[in-house]
């Protein structure tokens, strides 16, 4: 070997070779955010954000990983031409990276493909929910069918409404509070509150179904009486107590120039219980 000769790279050598580990990081921590996100139900654009980005991580790092060295044959100058061909000895290995680049990124791609797949079946499998009335401008109305006006509504009252156009349907129910102790809070969506205490929620509980019927207005928490799942009105209906793991969804609410209740929006999760 002269001295400008480089020694031969070994496997162990390339295996040494610096991994980018803060974006090796960032890609876990991203496709770790994708799946909890399908779990709990993440907005789409969300879903879409964590896993673009852990699929560029991932490309990225797929084209860093070193491969093994390949060999290939070659005709020693001292022979003549038309003989046999020889492996080259093992000093003399020929890489051939582009080959091996190839290989690994198709591998990679392959990897990617599958856990992309598996993501989207996931997502597009789980349970929406069902759809319900509830639109903006539709007005909150009894059992009766009245219209209910925010002023109305007594400091710690407590009703069902329902959409104006599908009064009773057990699905569109909907608990009306106004807050008894306190303004509403974070998590609840305060800009759908109606004056800092009126609050909606439905009425389905998140864990089996069954409708959230009670309200203690001393600690403004709602209950479930079929597994005693318990609710903070005050804080975004997250649970407090019992089997329920799912907030109440929040309904926003508005008033019209006439000062009646109506909805700004539909439910912006599924109402009553999630699989998946």
Known sequence: MTGTDAPPTTTRDRLRRPVPIGVALVTAVLLA?????LVL???TGALGLALTGALLGAAFLAGRFPGPAAQELTWPDERRPGTAPVVAAAGAAVRTPVRRRWVLGGLGG???????GVGLLAWLGRDRGPETPWR?????????????RA????????GTVWPEDAVRADLSAVVLIRLATQEAEPPTVL???????????SKICTHAGCPVGLYQEDTDSLFCPCHQATFDAARGAVPTFGPASRPLPQLPLGVDRDGFLVATGGFPT????VRG
């Open 270 to 273: 599924p109402v009553g219980p």
């Open 191 to 201: 800009d759908w509150v109606v004056g800092e205490r009126i609050v909606a929620y």
């Open 33 to 37: 955010a994708f799946v909890v996100g």
């Open 151 to 158: 002023a109305d509504v007594p400091v710690g009252g407590f």
């Open 136 to 148: 903006r401008g539709v007005h909150l109305v009894t059992a009766e069918g009245q219209r209910i």
């Open 41 to 43: 139900g993440w907005p």
């Open 110 to 116: 392959l990897g990617i493909g599958a856990l992309t």
